[in-house]
């Protein structure tokens, strides 16, 4: 393919996902946040609506360029880390080939062809022969782990052949060259053009945070279903730090809400299906009055302005479990397996009780099993902390995913 111009536009990270478009698109100014900040994000770099290459920049300022050939296949893929020089190694260069569209649909490659390159140009060249069709029982998409045979050819050469500038935000003609791998050939100049995205309505809105606690009939994309909330306890906060954690991962930073002393009514609601019941929020209530308005429980270092369309952040759920307690409360790993885990199997919430020493800990099941959901803290018109929410993602008030 011959251009004179690339369309430019950022999104997620991708992984190896076989996608020709960004699965969640963000806007310029995000990404370039997200960069300053050193996190995640995805650039694609397109022309007349193909894909040419995406480039992916990862925390520690490592990137990987993936590149399509005329086909809008994903063909190639190179790992740049930064090199004593200042500038970027493309460290390690790996190709495919295919044999169909079918074989590259469910990535069964016929070759693989891995280019390593050490920080002082020592060159490695390994490639990869998948065995003949019907030769193996072994699925195919597993091959990697046991090709039929393969070569291995190693020399030195000059390392500033494999070197590249170190990109600023927005300056993806650093890239450009290496589209010429998969033989589309760049005019003399070639104009990147900004895809619009719209800012739309930014980080995730709490929307009808107080129904999901409402009994009674609902729509779930799953059909139709009744909302049953249901009493866990009473959690007792003693250090006045709310904690809301997976309690087999109570980390060094746990997510914490300021809130009042003493003891307090912790509600689960639970969605009952054809399938059957699943929490899809659990409440710990800390005055008995309305919400104005809802604010996501944050840590220190997290900032709403790095967020995308719809994104949010959450407690991180590792055991399908989540747990309100104080943060003075601490949790055994003999605790975990009989005392919680276990009951769980056959309850949607345990409680750990109090010692002497220590407060309660009040766990319940996590809607959709592991996975990250956000924490929503309901404000009444003062400021005050109203209640805290976890909501599982089930469903919503309006009846949407």
Not at 17 to 43: I, L, N
Request: proline share 7%; glycine share 8%; with cysteine.
């Amino acid at each position: 393919m011959i251009f004179d111009s690339l369309d430019v536009s950022y999104g997620n990270m991708w992984g190896s996902q076989q996608r020709m478009t960004h699965p969640d698109p963000m806007s310029r100014a995000v990404a370039a946040r997200r960069h300053a900040a050193g996190m995640d994000y995805a650039v694609l770099l397109s022309a007349r609506e193909r894909p040419l290459a995406l480039v992916e920049y990862w925390p520690g300022r490592m990137w990987r360029v993936y590149l399509f050939d005329d086909r809008s296949w994903r063909m190639q893929m190179i790992d740049l880390k930064p090199h004593s020089t200042g500038m970027l190694l493309a460290h390690q260069n790996t190709r495919w080939q295919f044999s169909s569209e079918q074989e590259h649909s469910s990535w069964k490659w016929d070759v693989q062809e891995t280019t390593t390159v050490s920080a002082d140009g020592q060159v490695e060249v390994r490639s990869e022969f998948a065995e003949p069709r019907g030769a193996s029982t072994e699925p195919l998409h597993a091959r990697t782990s046991g090709p039929s045979s393969d070569s291995v050819r190693q020399f030195r050469a000059s390392v500033e052949s494999f070197l590249c500038p170190v990109p600023e935000f927005g300056d993806w003609q650093v890239f450009v060259p290496f589209l010429a791998q998969q033989n589309h050939e760049p005019a003399t100049t070639v104009v990147l053009c900004d895809v619009s995205v719209d800012e739309g309505s930014g980080p995730l809105r709490a929307t009808g945070i107080e129904q999901l606690f409402s009994p009674g009939a609902c729509e779930t994309p799953e059909g139709p279903a009744v909302v049953e909330p249901v009493g866990a306890g009473r959690l007792r906060i003693t250090s006045g730090q709310l904690v809301v954690s997976d309690p087999g991962w109570i980390g060094e930073t746990p997510r914490t809400v300021a809130v009042p002393l003493g003891e307090f009514p912790v509600t689960l609601s639970l969605l009952r299906t054809t399938r059957g019941a699943g929490v899809a929020a659990a409440r710990v209530k800390f005055l008995d009055m309305p919400p104005r308005e809802w604010e996501l429980a944050l840590l220190p270092d997290e900032d709403l302005g790095l967020l995308g369309e719809g994104q949010f952040y959450g407690v991180g759920v590792d055991t399908g479990t989540a747990a309100f307690m104080d943060a003075t409360r601490t949790v055994t790993e003999d605790q975990l397996d009989e005392d919680l885990f276990i009951p769980l199997d056959s309850h949607f919430t345990v409680e750990l009780p109090s010692t002497e020493l220590e407060p309660n800990l009040i766990a319940f099941r996590a809607g959709r099993g592991d996975g990250a959901y956000p924490v929503w803290i309901g404000r009444t018109d003062d400021g005050q902390v109203g209640c805290v929410v976890v909501d599982f993602q089930l469903h919503s008030a309006d009846g949407g995913e």
